[in-house]
């Protein structure tokens, strides 16, 4: 398996072997919503500021999987984050999401990770999870909590994501859980934690900006 980005490994903990995103989306969507938002904003592709988005350059071929959102920002830009939620988590039609997710899923599939599958009555397409690579993204998080490696940037966005959407629970029990976002926040108070702070604290911001607790349809 190819080395995985941090949006790319967070679709693929929460797909499940239909090949779509686990139980009730809303949640899920808004997560993934926020690593693209995220990546694209590390890569300087576009600027999030006073709760809108602006395109400030050309996405890169490296980054070609996020072209769907980023075609959308682009012709929309500048567009407030609430409006980018309803176009893509509470759309009607659903099809600017599908496009995003197809995209995303093709990725993963060219990373080896998963491999496309018909999913649901409707025969949509789906990506069913490489679960080795799946066990592989989790461990390598988990190693690098447990201090056998670099706390990487990726691995804390990861983590954010995962407990954010209330998936952390199916890959690390809660004694640990409690433990790795204790060390999280550690590493990220130390002097040469600022950057990965900074990323952390940008994620929260993002994700709060798009209100998982109320902007996103209740069950």
């Known amino acids: 398996?190819?080395?995985?980005?941090?949006?790319q490994q967070y679709l693929l903990c929460i797909l499940n072997e239909k090949g779509v995103l686990k139980g009730y989306t809303a949640e899920k969507r808004v997560c993934l919503l926020a690593a693209c938002?995220?990546?694209?904003?590390?890569d300087g592709c576009i600027k999030v500021e006073q709760k809108q988005i602006r395109v400030v350059k050309p996405l890169p071929e490296r980054l070609?999987?996020?072209k769907p959102l980023y075609d959308f920002l682009?012709?929309?830009?500048?567009?407030?984050i609430i409006k980018m939620l309803d176009a893509y988590n509470i759309s009607l039609t659903d099809k600017k999401f599908q496009e995003l997710f197809c995209s995303l899923g093709d990725s993963l599939c060219e990373k080896e990770a998963a491999e496309r599958c018909k999913a649901g009555l409707l025969s949509k397409k789906g990506y069913r999870p490489d679960r080795e690579?799946?066990?592989s993204t989790i461990e390598?998080?988990?190693?690098?909590?447990?201090?056998?490696?670099?706390?990487s940037d990726n691995s804390a966005a990861l983590l954010t994501l995962l407990d954010r959407s209330h998936h952390l629970g199916e890959y690390v029990e809660k004694?640990?859980?409690k433990r790795m976002l204790d060390y999280l926040n550690t590493a990220s108070e130390a002097v040469n934690g600022q950057t990965l702070r900074q990323q952390i604290v940008y994620i929260q911001q993002v994700l709060s900006t798009l209100s998982l607790t109320s902007a996103v349809p209740k069950k």
């Open 37 to 42: 938002v995220l990546e694209m904003r590390l």
């Open 133 to 135: 690579a799946v066990d």
């Open 64 to 66: 070609s999987y996020f």
């Open 140 to 151: 390598k998080m988990k190693k690098e909590f447990n201090g056998k490696g670099k706390l």
């Open 74 to 80: 682009y012709e929309k830009s500048p567009i407030k």
């Open 175 to 177: 004694e640990e859980q």
């Open 1 to 7: 398996m190819k080395p995985l980005s941090i949006c």
